[in-house]
C-alpha cells in the first residue's frame, strides 16, 4: 500500500459530547468488555474441553467466540484509557482489522444459519453435508473473503493523500470519518465504499432470511408443540442477535449523511455490546453448554443441534 501523506500520525477526539463523564463511561465500557471477554471464553473452554461438543454447530460457536473476543479489541483500548494519538500504521491495522472481524463475522452468521437450516431440514443429509472438511472449507472460505474485503476497503481508503487535518472526530479510524479528512476529492469513493460495504451484509442478511424461513416452515409440519415452542424460541433469539449485528452496520454506513454522535453511539452497540450478549444467545441458553460448564459426568449421546 503505498503512503503519500505528510501525515505520520492522528488524534482520535473519542465519543462526541461526553465531556465530563470520562469516568462513568470507563466503568461501563470496561464491564462490558470484561464480561464479553468471559463470556466467551467460557464458550472456547467448554467447547474445546468437551469432546461430545466437538460437532459443526459448536465449531462455528467456537469461531464465533474467538471473533467476538477480538473484534471489541480493535477499539476498545484507546477508548477505554483515552489514548488520542494514533500513528498512520497503527491507524491502518485499525481500520483493516476492524473490517476484517465484521465482514468476517458476516459471513460466519450466514455459514451458522445454513448450518441450522440443513440440521433441521435435512437431518439424514447433516453428517455428509456438514463434513468436518466441508466445515474446514468453510472455516477459511469466510476468513479469506473476510480479508480480501477488508484489504479492498483499507486500500481503497488510504491511498488518498492525507496532507492536512488529523483530528479525526471518532473514537478509532474508519472509512467515513477518514474520507473526511483526505485531501482530494472523495465523492467516487464514498459510492464505491458505500456499494462495497452496504450490498456485502445486505446479501449475507438476505441469505440469512432465506435460511430461517426455510427453518420455520419446517418446524411448522412438526406435530410436538414443545418442539415448535424451543425452535421458535431459539431462531427469534438467533435473529435477535443477527439484527444486533447487521443494523449498526445499516444505520454506520448507508446513511446519506454522516452523523458523528449517531454512529458512535451504534457504534458502541456493535463493538462491545453484540460481541457481550452472542454467548448468552448463542451458547450459555443451550443446555449442553451449561452442562459443559458445570463440569457434571458426561450425557450420553444427543443430536448436534439439541437446542432445537
Known amino acids: 500500500m503505498r503512503n503519500c501523506s505528510v501525515v505520520t500520525e492522528f488524534i482520535l477526539l473519542r465519543i462526541p459530547h461526553t465531556e465530563g463523564l470520562e469516568t462513568m463511561l470507563f466503568a461501563l465500557f470496561l464491564s ?7 463470556g466467551n471464553l467460557l ?9 461430545w461438543l466437538h460437532t459443526p454447530m459448536y465449531f462455528f460457536l467456537c469461531e464465533l467466540s474467538v471473533f467476538d ?58 453428517t455428509v453435508t456438514m463434513s468436518h472438511r466441508v466445515c474446514a472449507i468453510l472455516a477459511m472460505g469466510i476468513s479469506f473473503f473476510g480479508c480480501i474485503q477488508a484489504t479492498f476497503l483499507t486500500t481503497l481508503t488510504f491511498q488518498l493523500p492525507y496532507c492536512g487535518p488529523n483530528e479525526v472526530d471518532y473514537y478509532f479510524c474508519d472509512i467515513p470519518v477518514m474520507l473526511k479528512l483526505a485531501c482530494a476529492n472523495t465523492s467516487t469513493l464514498e459510492m464505491v465504499g458505500f456499494i ?3 450490498l456485502m451484509p445486505l446479501g449475507c442478511f438476505l441469505l440469512i ?16 408443540a414443545e418442539g415448535r415452542r424451543h425452535a421458535f424460541s431459539t431462531c427469534s433469539a438467533h435473529l435477535i ?34 460481541p457481550m450478549m452472542n454467548p448468552l444467545i448463542y451458547s450459555l441458553r443451550n443446555k449442553e453448554v451449561k452442562y459443559s460448564l458445570s463440569w457434571q459426568k458426561k450425557l450420553g449421546p444427543s443430536f448436534s443441534h439439541s437446542l432445537f
Request: glycine fraction near 2%; hydrophobic fraction near 50%; aromatic fraction near 16%.
Open 241 to 274: 442477535a443477527i439484527l444486533l449485528a447487521f443494523m449498526p452496520v445499516a444505520v454506520i454506513y448507508l446513511q446519506p449523511t454522516p452523523n458523528p454522535s449517531l454512529n458512535a453511539a451504534v457504534q458502541i452497540l456493535n463493538n462491545l455490546v453484540t
Open 69 to 126: 473476543i477480538f473484534f471489541p479489541s480493535v477499539s476498545s483500548p484507546k477508548l477505554l484509557f483515552h489514548l488520542s494519538a494514533i500513528s498512520y500504521a497503527g491507524c491502518v491495522s485499525q481500520l483493516f482489522s476492524y473490517h476484517f472481524l465484521g465482514c468476517t463475522e458476516c459471513f460466519l452468521y450466514t455459514v451458522m444459519a445454513y448450518d441450522c437450516f440443513v440440521a433441521i431440514c435435512y437431518p439424514l443429509h447433516y
Open 32 to 38: 462490558f468488555y470484561l464480561f464479553t471477554l468471559k
Open 196 to 198: 462495497s460495504v452496504g
Open 209 to 224: 432470511l432465506t435460511s430461517y424461513s426455510c427453518i420455520v416452515f419446517s418446524i411448522l409440519q412438526t406435530h410436538s
Open 43 to 51: 464458550i472456547l473452554l467448554a467447547i474445546v474441553s468437551s469432546t
